[in-house]
């Protein structure tokens, strides 16, 4: 039976909503811990909260909402490239139109070029596609059945999944407040000599968003991300700090200028390795698994005798080539605009000519492997990171050879500037194929029309497109990035993808990288893939993932050991959740992590008000209420408080799940 609403108005508009919160929650927390988090299902269980009151409402309606939702927060991860202008000095706020349109440009080509792949990876395909997977069971169980002629019948919301959100929510949100009013500590740090000249030390952050990361990915890349700390400050900070001559700085400002100008590229070479081991991983089975799903689909096309299904109607091939076309015009009014704002006009049509080709035949090439990748590992796993680092090395290569004998060496940061650029639409793209079956999976399994899953995701990036903007320029006017200039390293965001990628486009171009940091870290990332292979073929479940080791080094420690914590905790609590019985211990873990959803989206979203609040006073602290003096005082309460309200909030999860 054909469902009584699906595209609805009243649908769009609360994955919009949702849309603003998540995306703004996303962009922050991937600046800050390197990690995006997916989107799908706590939109889904806030969409069947919402829309349980109305009339007529179907699961295709609550899958709209989440696909609308999906789409834009997986958007977010356009801040893994964009950032990178600010870092070279280029730009020194976010232009919105100019953001905007990178975002659309490459998030709608993204959706366009995997319309034409559903088939063959969707429907005819026996990829797992687990997320999608897992967010179609959250839509089953939050729908009964109350009419036997109709499968899903009317809406009955798990109303407790709603208020793990809102609960996580509120409690990380008041911590950070109170955290900015200095009563309670961010923090908790300790620097200290090793022998007569080396220092080393760790900065925990008391973060309850960090923690629920630290949660959610789990206890091995929680572990990876553990030892590559131990890497970066148990050797790496000792080692390089007893090279220099700062005897003048105190422990703390040598060991956090070694880790800025030393040990960060070390962490830089170890993800660039992982990350490409990832893909290299992927090339057999992404070649395999398109020649023989598409082949699958010629032969189940030929048998087709009647009309298909409304379960099989996609956007028209003919309207998905016109929009095409048609984004290639304000793709290439950017390009115009950008080549003229960085003084390279002189080779306007040629740069013009090769980047769209450039970027039309890329984004294809990379919306068909994060598609697959996607189906085969989930769209949180893959390795998105190392698509952007090839698409920017590759196009920095191409304007090396084309243009850069044209250019003396103080000119070619243009040249830098222009890679990046190319590189963030490309990348908008990835991320939007990466996310796109993932959501047409989760719509073939609840009886959705993929046409319109198609049509809201498109609505779905226009509305990330929207909200990024402002939110960069927020955080960028109230934190800063690392390494940008001017920047605060105290309070500036780590954005440690942009960092690397803008890394490499200079070092490409600029041949400014320091190869023997970036060398050494490759090795360490290869020793890391190594032993991570070896676990594989070893053991059943111990794994070292070679990019947590990598991120291990590369964030700061005020980053990485909360998030190991978190990973620690949680894999006790799920460990305790699995010794009752298996439906218990379903509900149980899935409510976790919802709250671990919300935890990070509270705290994430306060700091987005905090940021402005900093960048419209221009006080650092506009909350603060207590002195420096209070500081003892201030680390006793944060950590106790930190503490009984975990405490708190897993046994309140044991109770209701």
């Known amino acids: 039976m054909a469902p009584q609403s699906e595209f609805t108005l009243r649908g769009v508009a609360v994955g919009i909503v949702i849309t603003l919160i998540f995306t703004a929650a996303n962009i922050y927390f991937g600046l800050k811990a390197g990690i995006t988090f997916a989107t799908s299902i706590p939109a889904a269980v806030i969409s069947m909260a919402l829309l349980h009151r109305f009339q007529r409402v179907t699961i295709q309606e609550n899958n709209i909402v989440q696909t609308v939702a999906s789409a834009a927060g997986t958007l977010s991860a356009i801040i893994f490239v964009l950032p990178g202008l600010i870092m070279i000095g280029w730009w020194q706020g976010f232009p919105f139109w100019m953001t905007f349109g990178i975002c659309l440009t490459g998030g709608v080509l993204g959706v366009m070029y995997t319309i034409p792949l559903r088939r063959a990876l969707v429907t005819d395909s026996s990829l797992p596609y687990p997320e999608g997977v897992a967010c179609a069971e959250v839509l089953k169980v939050g729908t009964v059945t109350r009419q036997s002629g109709d499968v899903y019948g009317e809406q009955a919301v798990n109303r407790t999944g709603l208020r793990a959100v809102i609960i996580g929510s509120a409690c990380s949100a008041l911590f950070a407040v109170i955290e900015a009013t200095r009563l309670f500590a961010a923090s908790i740090s300790y620097y200290f000599s090793v022998g007569t000249r080396s220092v080393t030390g760790f900065d925990f952050s008391l973060s309850l968003a960090l923690f629920a990361v630290g949660h959610l990915v789990g206890l091995w890349v929680g572990l990876a991300m553990l030892a590559g700390a131990l890497a970066g400050w148990g050797w790496a900070v000792p080692h390089y700090s007893a090279l220099l001559d700062l005897a003048d700085n105190s422990a703390m400002q040598l060991a956090q200028t070694v880790w800025s100008e030393k040990v960060r590229f070390l962490g830089a070479g170890a993800i660039g390795v992982a990350a490409v081991w990832a893909l290299i991983k992927l090339v057999r089975p992404v070649i395999r698994g398109l020649r023989d799903a598409w082949w699958a689909a010629r032969l189940r096309r030929t048998g087709y005798s009647a009309a298909l299904p409304r379960t099989e109607f996609d956007i028209p091939i003919s309207i998905v080539g016109l929009v095409v076309i048609v984004t290639l015009l304000p793709l290439i009014w950017l390009l115009i605009h950008f080549i003229h704002a960085i003084g390279l006009h002189a080779h306007v049509v040629p740069l013009v000519t090769g980047t769209t080709f450039f970027i039309v035949l890329i984004t294809l090439l990379v919306a068909a492997v994060c598609g697959y990748m996607a189906g085969l590992i989930g769209s949180s796993n893959s390795p998105l990171s190392g698509v952007g680092i090839l698409v920017v090395v590759v196009a920095a290569l191409l304007l090396m050879f084309g243009l850069g004998h044209l250019y003396p060496a103080d000119e070619k940061r243009a040249l830098v500037a222009y890679a990046l650029f190319v590189t963030a639409i490309i990348f908008a793209g990835a991320t939007i194929a990466n996310d ?150 379903e509900g149980v873990k899935r409510l976790s992590v919802l709250l671990a959803s919300g935890l990070i989206v509270g705290e994430s979203l306060l700091g987005v008000l905090l940021a402005a609040g900093i960048a419209f006073s221009g006080n650092d602290a506009p909350l603060a209420l207590v002195e420096g003096s209070f500081a003892p005082f201030s680390l006793w309460l944060g950590g106790g408080a930190f503490l009984l309200l975990l405490i708190a909030l897993y046994r309140w999860v044991t109770r209701n799940g």
């Not at 809201?456 to 903007?469: D, F, H, K, N, Y």
């Not at 006017?477 to 690397?500: C, E, H, I, K």
């Not at 990598?550 to 006790?572: F, Q």
């Open 436 to 585: 796109n079956l993932q959501d047409l999976k989760t719509g073939q399994l609840v009886g959705a029309t993929p046409w319109k899953q198609q049509v809201a995701l498109v609505i779905g990036v226009t509305a990330g497109a929207i909200i990024i903007p402002p939110v960069l320029d927020l955080l960028h006017a109230g934190y800063g990035f690392s390494g940008a200039p001017g920047a605060d390293p105290a309070r500036a965001l780590p954005a440690p993808q942009a960092g690397l990628i803008a890394a490499l486009a200079q070092g490409v171009i600029e041949r400014a990288i320091d190869w023997h940091l970036l060398g050494a870290g490759a090795v360490i990332g290869g020793v890391a893939v190594l032993i991570d292979e070896l676990l594989a073929r070893t053991s059943m479940h111990a794994r070292l993932p070679p990019l947590g080791v990598g991120l291990g080094i590369y964030l700061p420690t005020a980053t990485t050991l909360m998030v190991v914590l978190g990973a620690l905790a949680g894999a006790a609590f799920n460990y305790h959740a699995e010794r009752q019985s298996a439906s218990q211990a």
